[in-house]
């Protein structure tokens, strides 16, 4: 039996999960900067109550009684976990209302941390949602679909070895089919320069709309300037519509180039949330996305400590369709 697609992330919300920054260990001096920037984040999803509920999820009960303190308008559960990036993490939630839930290597065996392979399934187990269990490495930062069974992913992450080393192109594709109900995988090339995923595809395409998908254009001096334009001549070749957003361009932190992106922005279900980074085309990246969603408000957010654990929005959220 197929199961049924992901519904696209702009479809209604009942929750979303959003990791709280609980380890000193891993954030060190930018553990209360990032919590105060993810604190900020479910305030803008939230929206008063005009959004969606927040499922804060702490990994104990000091990062518990953080979230509690800064986010009293959100839902605080205790789960332990290595690290906040429930995009890749968590399970994923057909429209069906099963959280599938897939092998988590640590992107690659970078960081194996205690909790990360098994918080989807905890966490879906306390929603009360029928879980499945897939016995292949996908991380949810990989994938982005539009809900109509197409998908969009990257060579650089799905074909790399340090994931599926024994299985082909065509293999992931037909575990894509057979576990998520995808019908059609556009295949992106490489993501950003010095992303530790391993070019995960939310830092670097988004469906805007059914077959519409949105893709950074270079700002001066951009070091991803090639990986953009390769990613819109597949896109286009496959029959997609294009649509740019700004990049922020060269982003720098101790004189090395991070991973910044507007696409990191999450699709709320009364606000887009976008990631911004100082730069000088901030504004004109969240103008851009408002002019996508007509229907929401973008909100440019900080995330500048948050990125120095190596993402941002999208990654450390995973919505719960209505």
């Not at 559960?77 to 057909?94: N, Q, Y």
């Not at 065509?170 to 070019?199: F, K, M, P, S």
């Not at 361009?249 to 279900?269: C, H, K, Q, T």
Request: charged share 20%.
């Amino acid at each position: 039996m197929t199961p049924t697609t992901p519904l696209a992330e702009w479809a209604p919300h009942a929750a979303v999960w959003i990791g709280f920054p609980s380890h000193a260990e891993l954030w060190q001096e930018d553990l209360e900067q990032a919590r105060d920037e993810v604190a900020a984040f479910a305030a803008a999803v939230h929206a008063d109550g005009a959004g969606e509920t927040v499922i804060l999820v702490a990994a104990h009960d000091e990062a518990a009684d953080a979230a509690r303190a800064r986010a009293p308008f959100a839902q605080v559960v205790v789960e332990p976990f290595g690290d906040i990036w429930l995009r890749d993490t968590g399970a994923i939630i057909t429209g069906d209302g099963v959280a599938n839930d897939f092998a988590f290597n640590g992107w690659g065996g970078k960081y194996d941390l205690p909790g990360d392979d098994d918080i989807g399934q905890r966490l879906a187990a306390a929603r009360g949602l029928a879980s499945i269990r897939h016995d292949w490495v996908l991380e949810g930062g990989a994938i982005d679909g539009d809900g109509t069974g197409l998908v969009v992913t990257t060579e650089q992450c799905l074909l790399n070895p340090n994931r599926n080393p024994s299985l082909s192109r065509a293999e992931i594709e037909q575990r894509l089919r057979d576990d998520l109900g995808y019908t059609d995988v556009v295949w992106l090339g490489d993501g950003l320069l010095n992303d530790h995923t391993d070019g995960h595809v939310d830092n670097l395409a988004r469906f805007v709309g059914e077959r519409r998908l949105a893709l950074p254009h270079a700002a001066e001096n951009d070091p991803n300037w090639r990986v953009y334009q390769d990613a819109a001549d597949r896109a286009r070749a496959a029959g997609l519509e294009v649509v740019t957003i700004p990049s922020p361009g060269r982003v720098l932190r101790d004189e090395e180039v991070i991973p910044a992106s507007y696409m990191n922005f999450y699709i709320g279900n009364a606000a887009i949330v976008v990631p911004i980074y100082g730069s000088d085309h901030d504004d004109a990246g969240v103008a851009a996305v408002q002019a996508l969603f007509p229907d929401r408000r973008a909100v440019g957010l900080r995330a500048d400590a948050i990125l120095t654990g190596g993402g941002s929005f999208h990654c450390i959220s995973q919505q719960i369709p209505a």
